[in-house]
């Protein structure tokens, strides 16, 4: 079976991943959401994300709120950043396409885009979206960053799974429909 | 009981509830969704919409994709149009919350606020949302007219009900939890 890429992140009710100055506190992870986020993780073994999310997962490995991944390939896509390694990532920046593609003939387990929205809408309009999981917190942000920022044409998916804790969370996930007509 | 302010209406992924110009094509309601529509309806007995939802609507039924609602009470609030009835509705401007409040006085079934977003958004800012029915189908649109437009407080809600549908949609149904310390 090919590697997919799988989209993923938690978000409130309006779409928002964080809040406007990069905060996560509205997202409480119980025991459940850990055990859920360990299970998703062991099928992953390469993270694709954007320079802010990356700016922000150093911040928080340094201060101990999200542990380090030894293991896992981290890829940083940015223009800005020179390409190479830096804090424990491997920056790059070119085609998405062509470095997915390669990603998918190299044998491993399944590649996670944890964002953010801008590299979600990049990937969302090359379509190199496989598959979402996505979870979905009972509260309304009002303002925050936007998870699935505007600019890429209608994607449809098949839901696989919806599941909800006792947090209030909702945990969707679904697999991309690539049907002829709808391209 | 008190009568609530029920929140509904149906969105894509990424949280839009028509396309830029209007359409809600993306939005199949299939029999089982009209028979929930039906059900639902059954405990409404009044209807609060923004003016351009209104106009929205005046069209959908001269073409017969909505039927008409009598017996359900009808307001529009618009600054822009003159208050009184029009169009089968009753157009009203002034305070949300003290039209809220009187509504809620007068015995009757539960009041449903059926968009658009600038309206709920309005709604959300005067904390007067009780419960949300939100279909969420299974696609992201890429654009168009959001459901919850930016510009509110936090709303923390509870979770009551987790759906999914055949047709890859989820219905979900949440209480608003108003403890004190979340104001």
């Given at each position: 079976m090919a590697r997919k890429v799988i989209l993923g992140f938690g978000m409130s009710?309006?779409?928002?991943?964080?809040?406007?100055?990069?905060?996560?506190?509205?997202?409480k992870i119980d025991a459940e959401g850990e055990a859920l986020m360990a299970e998703f993780f062991a099928g992953i073994d390469t993270i694709l994300m954007g320079r802010k999310t990356a700016a922000g997962m150093v911040k928080m490995r340094k201060s101990g709120e999200v542990p380090e991944t030894p293991g896992m390939a981290s890829y940083v896509f940015s223009r800005r950043w020179k390409p190479g390694p830096r804090d424990g990532f491997e920056v790059v920046n070119g085609s998405l396409r062509e470095f997915v593609m390669q990603l998918k003939r190299r044998r491993g387990k399944d590649i996670y885009l944890g964002g953010g929205g801008g590299l979600c809408r990049s990937f969302l309009q090359e379509d190199l979206v496989d598959e979402m999981y996505l979870g979905i917190g009972?509260?309304?942000?009002?303002?925050g960053i936007p998870g699935f920022p505007a600019g890429f044409p209608q994607r449809n998916f098949r839901l696989r799974e919806c599941k909800s804790y006792p947090n209030g969370s909702v945990g969707l996930r679904y697999a991309r429909v690539r049907e002829k007509k709808a391209r």
């Open positions: 009710l309006d779409g928002y991943i964080a809040r406007r100055n990069g905060a996560l506190d509205f997202l009972p509260m309304l942000l009002g303002d």
